[in-house]
């Protein structure tokens, strides 16, 4: 596809085929507006604290993780706490009401902001090409639109304002105004520090993708959401999205991004590794994780069981 044909337009809508349960219909119709939704409760903030404290136990022991030379991608094969996470009934309420009745996890990512840290700069995704001009997501049913890709950001630990919290652009979703595939000046050198750099992308400033270098967003849209631990937020990559500062002097805010599509969407289309961050990282082990519905398709590799053999899906504790 084209870029212009990965336009968003402001006739992204949320899928045909999507069922929307009556109580969360509000909360569906303002993600349609605005491009995010939240806070949604997920867990009691005494459970949050529990899970993240077994999480950053089991992150020190990277013998079963997908990747060797990450610990901070697709954790959810290899710590058990992540693996159960993903498929959240509740994120997967939201899930099927925006995407339709199949989805598939593609990703996840581990977002320590630590003592210190600056805020993450102003930002807009579509298709993952940012890193290395290689796009990771391909719909095969469907043109372009707003809610091809759905994150699901859950804080562990209290986020606020001057506790590195999520801040959104409402309803940015609509405008196109970061060009991921533009070509930028920046190294992507291996001297990267995410607790003090500059920037919150590896080794370059996401406002050399903007389509006008003089673009800000009006105050009046400008959303910073502040969220309890065990609570999450929805929504759209295409939202431009950012975070504040961690002006604390000795709390780490910790949170999780899953991410998800429609099984129609090709993950990863002809690569057998995926560079990101200054890293490379090998496939071959890697698949799709299916969290709602029948997987219809034969392009994506879809895996069952995580790196324990346990198989994927929530479970009563």
């Not at 979703?173 to 920037?199: C, L, M, N, P």
Request: hydrophobic letters at 35%.
């Amino acid at each position: 596809m084209t870029i212009d044909q990965q336009r968003p337009t402001p006739a992204a809508q949320i899928a045909d085929n999507a069922v929307v349960p009556e109580d969360i219909r509000a909360d569906i119709e303002q993600f349609g507006i605005d491009g995010f939704t939240g806070p949604i409760k997920l867990y009691e903030p005494e459970e949050a604290e529990a899970l993240i404290r077994e999480i950053r136990i089991n992150n020190q022991d990277s013998s079963r993780a997908l990747y060797k030379n990450s610990v901070n991608y697709d954790r959810h094969f290899d710590i058990p706490e992540l693996s159960r996470h993903v498929t959240h009934p509740t994120i997967v309420k939201y899930l099927t009401a925006i995407l339709g009745p199949d989805v598939l996890n593609w990703r996840t990512e581990w977002f320590p902001k630590f003592p210190g840290a600056k805020a993450t700069e102003w930002h807009q995704v579509r298709d993952y090409s940012y890193a290395n001009g290689k796009p990771q997501l391909l719909p095969t049913e469907s043109e372009w639109n707003a809610y091809i890709d759905i994150t699901v950001w859950t804080t562990f630990t209290p986020a606020t304002r001057d506790r590195a919290c999520m801040k959104f652009v409402r309803g940015s979703q609509r405008d196109w105004i970061f060009d991921e595939h533009k070509a930028t000046d920046a190294g992507r050198g291996t001297d990267y520090d995410v607790a003090h750099a500059s920037t919150g992308f590896f080794g370059y400033d996401f406002a050399d993708f903007k389509i006008d270098p003089n673009w800000e967003p009006r105050p009046e849209d400008v959303v910073e959401l502040e969220m309890k631990p065990g609570e999450a937020v929805i929504f759209t990559a295409s939202c431009v999205h950012g975070s504040t500062p961690n002006l604390t002097a000795r709390e780490t805010r910790f949170a999780i991004a899953s991410r998800y599509v429609p099984t129609h969407v090709r993950v990863y289309p002809d690569q057998d590794s995926f560079s990101a961050h200054g890293a490379t990282f090998d496939l071959s082990e890697y698949g799709s994780v299916l969290v709602a519905g029948e997987n219809r398709y034969e392009h994506n590799r879809i895996r069952t069981h995580n790196n324990h053999g346990v198989p994927f899906g929530w479970t009563e504790s």
